[in-house]
């Protein structure tokens, strides 16, 4: 396998997941009876441009399906953070009733809705139909496709190029990093603003976050690869922020090459930061494995000795990390009974690969257990906020990541 952006042999594997099924690919009650399909789930690490990049097996058209189950706005907390974004962004770079923003990957409408509250024309680009009617039932115009290259030139020709164009948790998502760059290149206006926020590479290694791996995560990224990237595509990185959301990420701030724009200070001290890290270090890298092993053995040891002492253990949130959880575990419905989750396209359905049910919010309340384990550890705080009863009747939290942690 050759890296996704310079091309360069990849020879050494930075995490080994085993196999499972794609991490959104939930299960109806009737699919209990049939197969399910399996990738191997393994990172590479690029020793050129230190891309880490998931091994090719699966497309993108067999992960993002037109029934996709992930909808943003099942987060009070992630709602907030897009509002504030808007309001920001909105301030800082002008935007009025003549600009145009475009989201790509706008989901289900969480964070458009804001400009469309302000009058700030707007357009989505989304390929899944589920998400893609949530939002246009909100009044969003939405394109149901994938952006690349090619969309990009086309939007262009069309006059739609954009005075902001947005990208939250997409970038690490898309098969082709260079194409879909080079689409963010045409379909940018001449002074116009590119923000893409992704889980920063650092803080997976050093919060040993290796439950943030899944199929439809092709890339892993740094300031130093992005940087790489845009800078091959005649793009410049002129901003960067570290924000707390996913478990760590960075929001970067884009534009044209010869944009008078000069680059702010937190450019170079992140670059130092990754550096001093070792991030462009194979060292890195290398014991990266005997952690997640250890962190996978403690939880299992775990929910063991709670089965033989006859404990009740449920977990919160069925999310695609604790779907890469479960199934790297070998974690089943005789260890944990069920999952909790706000999303009613989850609920009535089965987590792929362990096939663990996932219940309403009501559900808890009627069926008090001992412990709850709480899969998507982004948002604990989300989540206790949730759960009262359980807190009152001496329910116990527990988290996994970066270590076994009993709250």
């Given at each position: 396998?050759?890296?996704?952006?310079?091309?360069?042999?990849?020879?050494?594997?930075?995490?080994?997941?085993?196999?499972?099924?794609?991490?959104?690919?939930?299960?109806?009650?009737?699919?209990?009876?049939?197969?399910?399909?399996?990738?191997?789930?393994?990172?590479?690490?690029?020793?050129?441009?230190?891309?880490?990049?998931?091994?090719?097996?699966?497309?993108?058209?067999?992960?993002?399906?037109?029934?996709?189950?992930?909808?943003?706005?099942?987060?009070?907390?992630?709602?907030?953070?897009?509002?504030?974004?808007?309001?920001?962004?909105?301030?800082?770079?002008?935007l009025n009733k003549k600009s145009l923003v475009i989201e790509i990957a706008s989901n289900d409408g969480y964070l458009l809705k804001n400009f469309v509250a302000s009058g700030i024309p707007c357009l989505g680009i989304e390929p899944t139909a589920s998400?893609?009617?949530?939002?246009?039932?909100?009044?969003?115009?939405?394109?149901?496709?994938?952006?690349?290259?090619?969309?990009?030139?086309?939007?262009?020709?069309?006059?739609?190029?954009?005075?902001?164009?947005?990208?939250?948790?997409?970038?690490?998502?898309?098969?082709?990093?260079?194409?879909?760059?080079?689409?963010?290149?045409?379909?940018?206006?001449?002074?116009?603003?590119?923000?893409?926020?992704?889980?920063?590479?650092?803080?997976?290694?050093?919060?040993?976050?290796?439950?943030?791996?899944?199929?439809?995560?092709?890339?892993?990224?740094?300031?130093?690869?992005?940087?790489?990237?845009?800078?091959?595509t005649e793009l410049r990185i002129f901003d960067v922020e570290e924000l707390p959301t996913h478990g760590g990420s960075l929001r970067i701030y884009g534009c044209h090459e010869n944009d008078p724009r000069g680059a702010a200070e937190s450019v170079h001290?992140?670059?130092?930061?990754?550096?001093?890290?070792?991030?462009?270090?194979?060292?890195?890298?290398?014991?990266?494995?005997?952690?997640?092993?250890?962190?996978?053995?403690?939880?299992?040891?775990?929910?063991?000795?709670?089965?033989?002492?006859?404990?009740?253990?449920?977990?919160?949130?069925?999310?695609?990390?604790?779907?890469?959880?479960?199934?790297?575990?070998?974690?089943?419905?005789?260890?944990?009974?069920?999952?909790?989750?706000?999303?009613?396209?989850?609920?009535?359905?089965?987590?792929?690969?362990?096939?663990?049910?996932?219940?309403?919010?009501?559900?808890?309340?009627?069926?008090?257990?001992?412990?709850?384990?709480?899969?998507?550890?982004?948002?604990?705080?989300?989540?206790?906020?949730?759960?009262?009863?359980?807190?009152?009747?001496?329910?116990?939290?527990?988290?996994?990541?970066?270590?076994?942690?009993?709250?």
């Amino acid at each position: 396998m050759n890296c996704r952006h310079c091309k360069s042999h990849l020879k050494h594997t930075f995490l080994d997941l085993g196999f499972a099924p794609p991490s959104n690919a939930y299960l109806s009650e009737s699919e209990l009876t049939r197969p399910e399909l399996y990738y191997p789930l393994k990172l590479k690490v690029c020793t050129q441009c230190w891309l880490v990049q998931t091994e090719d097996y699966a497309q993108a058209d067999e992960l993002f399906l037109p029934n996709y189950a992930y909808f943003s706005s099942t987060s009070s907390s992630w709602l907030a953070h897009a509002k504030k974004y808007v309001q920001v962004i909105t301030k800082q770079i002008g935007l009025n009733k003549k600009s145009l923003v475009i989201e790509i990957a706008s989901n289900d409408g969480y964070l458009l809705k804001n400009f469309v509250a302000s009058g700030i024309p707007c357009l989505g680009i989304e390929p899944t139909a589920s998400t893609a009617i949530a939002a246009e039932n909100q009044g969003i115009p939405v394109l149901r496709d994938f952006f690349g290259d090619t969309l990009g030139e086309r939007l262009a020709t069309e006059g739609k190029q954009a005075d902001l164009i947005v990208g939250n948790n997409v970038y690490a998502h898309v098969p082709d990093i260079n194409d879909f760059t080079l689409g963010l290149k045409k379909v940018l206006k001449k002074g116009g603003t590119i923000t893409l926020e992704f889980p920063h590479l650092m803080q997976l290694i050093e919060q040993t976050q290796f439950d943030t791996v899944y199929h439809e995560h092709f890339s892993y990224l740094s300031l130093y690869t992005v940087r790489r990237i845009f800078e091959q595509t005649e793009l410049r990185i002129f901003d960067v922020e570290e924000l707390p959301t996913h478990g760590g990420s960075l929001r970067i701030y884009g534009c044209h090459e010869n944009d008078p724009r000069g680059a702010a200070e937190s450019v170079h001290r992140l670059l130092v930061k990754e550096s001093t890290f070792g991030l462009q270090s194979l060292s890195i890298y290398k014991d990266f494995q005997l952690r997640v092993d250890s962190v996978k053995d403690e939880l299992l040891l775990f929910l063991l000795d709670l089965k033989k002492e006859g404990k009740s253990i449920v977990a919160y949130g069925a999310a695609a990390k604790g779907n890469t959880m479960m199934n790297f575990a070998g974690v089943r419905s005789d260890l944990i009974s069920y999952v909790i989750d706000k999303n009613p396209n989850k609920q009535g359905k089965f987590m792929p690969g362990s096939r663990i049910p996932i219940k309403e919010g009501q559900y808890l309340k009627d069926n008090i257990p001992d412990f709850i384990i709480i899969l998507p550890w982004n948002l604990q705080a989300e989540v206790m906020s949730q759960c009262e009863s359980f807190m009152k009747k001496g329910g116990q939290f527990v988290v996994a990541v970066p270590e076994l942690k009993i709250i």
